[in-house]
C-alpha cells in the first residue's frame, strides 16, 4: 500500500482501512516497537465530504463485524466545552467585535489540551466500551487546537487502544526534519513523530 493519497481512489483506502483496523495485529498494537498506538489517516482537504462519509461507512461496518469504534470529534468537544463553562453564547456574540488574534487567544485558553480538550476525551473513553478510538474534526479547530498538542497529551490516557486521527493535509517523515503533520498541506504543525502513517501499516 502506498502512502501516496493522492493515487489512491477512495474505495481502496476503505478497503484498505477496514482490512488493517479489523484485523488482529492493528488491534492488538503489533509491529509498533513499543511505541504508542497512534495512527493517521492523512487525506486533501478538498476530499473532506468524502473521507467524512468514508468515516461513517468504516464506523457502522466496523461495528456489524464486532469491531468497536469510538469516534471523538473535536470540534463537536469543543462545542461542548464552551457549552459547559457557559460562554458560547457570549463568543458567538463577540466573534465580530473582537479580532481573530484575540479569539484565538481565548479559545486555547478555555480549549487548552492539557487542561481541558483530552479532560474531556479520556471521560468519553472511560464511559465506552470500544476497541479502536477515531478522531476527527482537525480542519475545523484549526487554528486554536493543533493536532500535535492533542496528540501529545492524549499519550497518557490512550494507550491500551488504537487511536486513528483522520488529518487533512499531509504527514511526512525525513531524516531531516524529522515528522511533521502538515495541516492543509501548507501549514506545518510543528514536529509530531509518535504516530504510524495508516496507509503504510499492513493488516
Not at 489512491?8 to 479489523?22: A, D, G, K
Request: aromatic share 10%.
Amino acid at each position: 500500500m502506498t502512502a501516496d493519497i493522492a493515487t489512491l481512489p477512495m474505495q481502496e483506502r476503505y478497503n484498505h482501512l477496514l482490512e488493517v483496523i479489523s484485523g488482529q495485529r492493528f488491534l492488538r498494537k503489533q509491529g509498533l516497537g513499543n511505541e504508542v498506538p497512534f495512527f493517521i489517516c492523512p487525506f486533501k482537504p478538498d476530499e473532506a465530504v468524502a473521507m467524512a462519509r468514508l468515516q461513517r461507512q468504516l464506523h457502522n461496518t466496523l461495528d456489524q463485524t464486532g469491531v468497536r469504534p469510538l469516534g471523538i470529534d473535536l470540534y463537536d468537544i469543543a462545542i461542548d466545552l464552551l457549552k459547559e463553562r457557559g460562554i458560547w453564547a457570549q463568543i458567538l456574540e463577540m466573534e465580530a467585535s473582537v479580532s481573530k488574534a484575540e479569539l484565538k487567544e481565548l479559545l486555547q485558553g478555555v480549549l487548552d489540551p492539557e487542561a481541558h480538550l483530552v479532560p474531556a476525551i479520556s471521560a468519553r473513553m472511560q464511559a465506552a466500551e470500544f476497541d479502536v478510538m477515531f478522531i476527527a474534526g482537525v480542519g475545523e479547530v484549526f487554528p486554536y487546537i493543533r493536532s500535535h498538542n492533542v496528540l501529545n497529551n492524549l499519550q497518557s490516557v490512550a494507550k491500551e487502544k488504537p487511536t486513528l486521527m483522520f488529518f487533512p493535509g499531509a504527514y511526512t517523515y525525513s531524516l531531516e526534519a524529522g515528522a511533521s503533520l502538515d495541516l492543509f498541506g501548507r501549514l506545518r504543525d510543528d514536529k509530531y513523530y509518535r504516530a504510524f502513517n495508516i496507509y503504510l501499516y499492513e493488516a
